[in-house]
């Protein structure tokens, strides 16, 4: 078993099941309206450990899984949510070794999970801010090894993409129709790409887009999750559920083949 060391990120779940992320330092001291939870108490522990506050209350403590980071990870602009963030990786087909590009970096969950799960992404960010928080949420959760296979610029996508024969792109932007005629230029044949769009004003932008390029098969989804409740016979769906975030449109490009045919588009 692994003991959890100094400069890890971890949760403590309270009681009432309330979660905590932190970052585990020498000397540290974790504070809360029930008192003082000492870092050295942990340090040195394994996973599942219980320690009290100052004041007696329970804490547990546990490596934070990619959601739970997601969720409560530093962040300036809105994140993906991880319901989403599994399906964009099927619909992505993203494997180890892949070269993505990723435009609308935000916090860096999306970066996360492409990274997590092999891949190697080269991203454009407007905003400084932005792209310095991603780099620090990346390397933070996923480590330095993981920071080596991330390349983030500030830099306007809509202005066009510099780096080729890209094996994926993956969108964050509020208007992804703009950035079709780059992508179409900068991914290899057969790659795939994925836009989230919070709107379906936007998804028919795009899908009108793919309509003059090379990308085919295009599809939209939505994503929706509902919880239950399970106590003993009481079961019964949560009251509430997170519904509408956004839609995920993928294509792939196919380009045409001599004679100018077309490949079949889904109906």
Do not use: C
């Not at 992404?121 to 933070?140: C, I, P, Q």
């Not at 920071?147 to 094996?167: F, L, P, Q």
């Amino acid at each position: 078993m692994k003991e959890l060391a100094a400069g890890e990120t971890v949760i403590l779940v309270d009681s009432k099941g309330r979660q905590y992320l932190l970052e585990l330092r020498d000397g540290g001291e974790f504070h809360t309206h029930t008192g003082i939870v000492q870092h050295a108490d942990l340090i040195g522990e394994g996973e599942g450990r219980t320690v009290r506050s100052s004041t007696g209350a329970r804490y547990t403590v546990m490596r934070p899984t990619l959601t739970d980071f997601v969720l409560r990870m530093p962040r300036g602009a809105q994140v993906i949510y991880p319901k989403d963030l599994g399906p964009i990786l099927l619909l992505a087909d993203i494997e180890p070794g892949l070269h993505v590009f990723e435009s609308g970096i935000g916090s860096g969950a999306l970066s996360m999970t492409l990274l997590r799960a092999g891949a190697s992404v080269t991203g454009y960010e407007l905003r400084e801010d932005f792209a310095a928080r991603a780099r620090r949420n990346v390397e933070s959760f996923l480590g330095p090894d993981a920071a080596t296979r991330y390349h983030v610029e500030v830099r306007d996508t809509y202005a066009g993409i510099d780096v080729k024969d890209v094996d994926r792109i993956v969108l964050d932007l509020p208007e992804p129709w703009q950035v079709v005629k780059h992508a179409a230029v900068a991914m290899r044949p057969g790659g795939i790409l994925v836009a989230y769009t919070p709107s379906i004003a936007q998804v028919m932008q795009l899908h009108d887009a793919f309509e003059d390029s090379g990308f085919h098969l295009a599809q939209t989804v939505e994503i929706m999750q509902r919880t239950w409740h399970v106590e003993g016979q009481a079961v019964r769906p949560d009251h509430r559920m997170v519904a509408h975030t956004g839609f995920l449109t993928s294509a792939r490009l196919l380009g045409e083949v001599p004679g100018g045919l077309k490949p079949p588009r889904l109906q």
